[in-house]
Structure formats: structure tokens, C-alpha cells
């Protein structure tokens, strides 16, 4: 079955960097668009960024553009996003999904920008 493991949070002071991963398997991760989410505490699943397939087209929320990067290993099998100059509202569970699949669910992984 799919499965997708998301790594990689932790607290963060303002202004610094996350790299988070997500292990996928279970399906042709190498034909398949993926994408991260997020949700922040007591608000509903936010769209973060997308990538296609084979990694040539990404797109990025307006509130990460410039500041956070997707990017794939497709003989890893594994999804990243690096996040610079993190800010607090930035805080949230951070989740991976396969592109059109809103069924997928992984455990997330946190997040927490603070001072």
C-alpha cells in the first residue's frame, strides 16, 4: 500500500532553515507529481508547493516563494522541502502527498518556529 513518511521538523529560531523529506513507496513514485501541505494549529490544510515528476516544473504558495524549495530524488524515492528564513507563521504539521490524492496520509512531520 502507499505509504509516505515525512521527516525532518523540529523548533526553529526566525530566520533559520528545515530541510523535511518524505520517504514514499508503495506506488511509481517516478511517474507521479507530489506535493506538501501544511497545517497550521486550528486551521484547516494549506497548500505549501508541487512538483512535477520528473522535477522540471515546481510551484510554490505566495507566502513561501522565495524562501522555500521542492525538490525529488526519484531513485531515492524520497520528496524534500528546504525552508529558509523561516518565520513563526510558518509553524504547522508539515504533510506529503501525491498530486491529485487528497486521500493520502502520512503522520506528519512538526514544525515550530519560535524564539
Known amino acids: 500500500q502507499v505509504q509516505l513518511v515525512e521527516s525532518g521538523g523540529d523548533l526553529v529560531q526566525p530566520g533559520g532553515s528545515l ?3 518524505c520517504a514514499a513507496s508503495g506506488f511509481t513514485f517516478s511517474v507521479t507529481g507530489m506535493r506538501w501541505l501544511r497545517q497550521a ?3 484547516g490544510l494549506e497548500w505549501v508547493s508541487s512538483i512535477s515528476n520528473g522535477g522540471s516544473t515546481t510551484r510554490y504558495a ?3 516563494k522565495g524562501r522555500f524549495t521542492i525538490s525529488r530524488d526519484n531513485f531515492k524515492n524520497t520528496l524534500y522541502l528546504q525552508m ?3 518565520k513563526p507563521e510558518d509553524t ?3 504533510y506529503c502527498k501525491r498530486t491529485g490524492y487528497d486521500a493520502d496520509r502520512g503522520q506528519g ?3 515550530i518556529v519560535s524564539s
Open 109 to 111: 512531520t512538526q514544525v
Open 19 to 21: 530541510r523535511l523529506s
Open 41 to 43: 494549529p486550528g486551521k
Open 62 to 64: 505566495d507566502s513561501v
Open 84 to 86: 529558509n528564513n523561516l
Open 92 to 94: 504547522a504539521v508539515y
